[in-house]
């Protein structure tokens, strides 16, 4: 069962543009979301994460906001640079053990 | 400076064989992790240690032995190879629990043929 889910497997999106990539959920002890960020034969980067207890988190170009009710989650990239271009995994956690339940991931293609 | 480290970046084995994967972190975290990458891109949690403790087995099969020597270290043995367990393997640090963020290592290709 896939607690965690991305259904889009692929964004393309114009250089200077939002990005928006979207996660949902479905186990409510979820309680700790993250979002990283992967390039080809590289481990998963750190990018931002939020808490339950709020419902945005900023930090410079990258905004995760939270609908507890919706078990939703999204990314905002803001501007968008060929940079971004990579797969992104959201991930949750919930209990003791901190252990992450990952998404299947998003490819970003951020075009010049 | 590398946070997590692990060896060999690749590794190519034939069934039946056992090998090991080493993992070290210089970030003075607590906890460290096993996950598995397959062939659909699917990261799955295998393993968890904090502070040299056993905390998260998941449903992997017996052949597969984490070690954890000490804070820093995290070593994956896996017995008697198969085809399935052809798949990158990621380890992970985090500075503690239950909650934070997991840092990553640069993964290890396995190949088994």
């Known amino acids: 069962d896939q607690q965690v889910k991305q259904n889009s497997p692929s964004l393309s999106v114009q250089e200077g543009r939002i990005s928006i990539l979207n996660c949902d959920y479905t186990n409510s002890m979820f309680d700790y979301f993250l979002w990283y960020k992967k390039y080809p034969a590289e481990g998963p980067t750190f990018l931002i994460s939020i808490s339950s207890i709020k419902d945005k988190n900023e930090d410079g170009r990258f905004t995760v906001f939270l609908n507890k009710s919706a078990k939703h989650l999204s990314l905002h990239i803001v501007p968008s640079q060929p940079g971004d271009s990579a797969v992104y995994f959201c991930?949750?956690?919930?209990?003791?053990?901190?252990?992450?339940?990952f998404g299947t991931g998003t490819l970003l293609a951020v075009q010049p | 400076d590398t946070a997590v480290s692990q060896t060999p970046k690749y590794l190519v084995t034939q069934m039946g064989n056992d090998k090991s994967i080493k993992c070290e972190q210089n970030l003075g975290h607590d906890t460290m992790y096993w996950y598995k990458q397959d062939s659909k891109k699917f990261l799955k949690i295998m393993f968890s240690y904090n502070n040299k403790e056993l905390i998260i087995n998941e449903t992997v099969p017996n052949r597969f032995s984490p070690k954890s020597p000490d804070k820093a270290h995290l070593n994956l043995h896996i017995n008697s190879l198969e085809l399935g367990d052809s798949a990158v393997y990621f380890c992970?640090?985090?500075?503690?629990?239950?909650?934070?963020?997991?840092?990553f290592g640069p993964g290890t290709r396995l190949t088994v043929t």
């Open positions: 991930a949750a956690s919930g209990g003791a053990t901190n252990k992450l339940i």
């Open positions: 992970a640090s985090s500075p503690g629990l239950p909650q934070g963020e997991q840092y």
